[in-house]
């Protein structure tokens, strides 16, 4: 692969109490501002304004979206852009579940709640994906432009919601197989509330798209 690859790296952080801010300008001052991008905001304020807040500092044609925090590793880069250069594919999404992919680190619990809600959804929705709540992808930026504008969904709704409605648009979507490591630092957000917000939504998506 080209290594000579153009790119820019756009951090939004939502004031997290975690140092992130002070990281992310330790590395301009390696790599220069033009290159590593802090693009803050006061507060949590979702994760769907957080791509357009990402948006609009982006230059390039193409947008990979993962998490910082290492659970979405950068050695699947470049199968991302191999992949998107191979099939022309409006969408690289990374898959836990498919042969190659997979999760480290979840509790038997954890693994059977989100593999029941992939199931679930996929028998409502039929997405023609593997892994709906996943957030791991690569976007032609008019692509991720297009669908921003279409969804209302907000948490981890918002993920499952980009993807449907990008299948239901006929974007080419393909699928990379990518291990997921949950955080070694921090604790996971999902709860009751998050799991009723997705039944939620995972009716809205069923009765619109």
């Given at each position: 692969?080209?290594?000579?690859?153009?790119?820019?790296?756009?951090?939004?952080?939502?004031?997290?109490?975690?140092?992130?801010?002070?990281?992310v300008k330790q590395l301009q001052r390696v790599y220069g501002e033009s290159r590593i991008l802090l693009k803050p905001r006061q507060g949590k304020l979702g994760l769907g304004t957080a791509y357009v807040h990402g948006l609009k500092y982006a230059s390039g044609d193409f947008v990979?979206?993962?998490?910082?925090?290492?659970?979405?590793?950068?050695?699947?880069?470049?199968?991302?852009?191999?992949?998107?250069?191979?099939?022309?594919?409006?969408?690289?999404?990374?898959?836990?579940?498919?042969?190659?992919?997979?999760?480290?680190?979840?509790?038997?619990?954890?693994?059977?709640?989100?593999?029941?809600?992939?199931?679930?959804?996929?028998?409502?929705?039929?997405?023609?994906?593997?892994?709906?709540?996943?957030?791991?992808?690569?976007?032609?930026?008019?692509?991720?432009?297009?669908?921003?504008?279409?969804?209302?969904?907000?948490?981890?709704?918002?993920?499952?919601?980009?993807?449907?409605?990008?299948?239901?648009?006929?974007?080419?979507?393909?699928?990379?197989?990518?291990?997921?490591?949950?955080?070694?630092?921090?604790?996971?957000?999902?709860?009751?509330?998050?799991?009723?917000?997705?039944?939620?939504?995972?009716?809205?998506?069923?009765?619109?798209?």
């Open positions: 692969m080209n290594r000579d690859i153009n790119f820019e790296i756009i951090v939004i952080d939502d004031a997290s109490p975690d140092g992130t801010q002070e990281v990979i979206i993962m998490d910082a925090d290492l659970s979405h590793h950068p050695k699947y880069l470049p199968s991302f852009i191999r992949k998107q250069i191979e099939t022309n594919a409006d969408i690289v999404t990374g898959t836990r579940y498919v042969k190659g992919g997979g999760v480290h680190g979840w509790n038997l619990m954890r693994k059977l709640t989100s593999r029941g809600a992939n199931v679930l959804a996929q028998t409502l929705l039929w997405p023609g994906v593997s892994d709906l709540t996943g957030s791991f992808r690569l976007y032609k930026k008019s692509v991720l432009e297009d669908l921003i504008k279409s969804c209302v969904s907000k948490g981890y709704v918002f993920q499952m919601e980009m993807i449907v409605r990008a299948s239901r648009k006929h974007y080419h979507i393909e699928e990379v197989p990518i291990t997921f490591v949950d955080r070694v630092y921090g604790i996971s957000k999902l709860g009751g509330s998050e799991i009723v917000q997705y039944l939620k939504g995972l009716v809205y998506l069923f009765l619109t798209t």
